[in-house]
């Protein structure tokens, strides 16, 4: 509903900014505030200190954080292929089996991820599949959860990409090698790299199906953090949600600029 008084267009920006503030900001800087902080006795912690970022990357928080960070790239990039291998093959069957098929990628994101890991568990569980209790089983939960969305974003990609430069590439004689490769790919590059920055986010923040797959030795950041919270450690637990925080967005924030810079080129 459009709002043509300026008095009533202020009032919405401040109760926008209000719920925003009380619903996300407010949260993120309580965590940050405890982060920094040696006790909690009221309504906000108090007591600054640096303690608890002085292990932040050593022993087994520097191990979750590079578990988190492998798991994320291998995860992001493994579903990064296959869905725009699985985008570009059903782009070529047509408009219709596009749709009839599309879905299935969707039907993980649809399960919780609960489910899913408890589904993975089952189904590695016996030999010849014994994948419990190793990293295989921790990165095939994550790339089942994040590959519907970067097949979501690569089809978006190709679905806005005109038809004529592929067609004229052809008519110069392209092979539809040399086509994909520097016609088709270069111009939904900002596309691709959304996919990924979007999938790399996904697995950083994702605990329900690694809670329930994850050997000891592999012992993700969110895990952590879980572990650490329901232990009592509410401050390291922090400092810990603070450096995942932090991570994310600079990869986000890199790729966003690179994007910016190839969205030039590929139009």
């Known amino acids: 509903m459009l709002i043509w008084s300026r008095s009533g267009r202020v009032a919405v920006w401040i109760a926008a900014a ?33 303690a608890h970022y002085r292990d932040v990357f050593t022993g087994e928080n520097g191990s979750a954080i590079k578990a988190s960070l492998a798991t994320g790239l291998f995860a ?3 579903a990064l292929v296959m869905g725009t291998w699985a985008a570009l093959a059903l782009r070529l069957q047509g408009e219709q089996w596009q749709k009839r098929l599309g ?29 419990n209790g190793t990293i295989a089983i921790v990165m095939i939960a994550h790339f089942v959860l994040i590959s519907a969305f970067t097949y979501g974003n690569v089809s978006a990609g190709l679905s806005r990409l ?60 969110p895990v952590t953090i879980f572990g650490l919270t329901d232990r009592g450690a509410v401050f390291s637990g922090a400092a810990l949600t603070i450096v995942l925080i932090v991570t994310t967005l600079l990869l986000l924030l890199a790729l966003e600029r690179i994007a910016s810079r190839t969205m030039p080129a590929a139009r």
């Open 18 to 50: 209000a719920i925003l503030g009380v619903l996300f900001f407010a949260p993120l800087a309580v965590i940050a505030m405890a982060s920094f902080s040696s006790q909690w006795n009221g309504a906000l912690p108090t007591g600054p200190t640096l």
């Open 76 to 78: 992001s990039l493994a």
């Open 103 to 131: 879905w299935l990628f969707f039907v993980p994101s649809a399960v919780p991820s609960v489910s899913v890991g408890l589904g993975l568990l089952v189904a590695f569980s016996q030999r010849p599949l014994l994948l």
């Open 162 to 221: 005109p038809p004529d430069f592929e067609q004229v590439a052809s008519s110069l004689g392209a092979r539809p090698a040399y086509r994909l490769r520097h016609v088709t790919l270069p111009m939904i590059a900002p596309y691709l790299l959304a996919a990924f920055g979007l999938s790399f986010a996904m697995s950083m923040g994702e605990l329900g199906a690694t809670v329930m797959v994850y050997p000891p030795g592999w012992v993700t950041l």
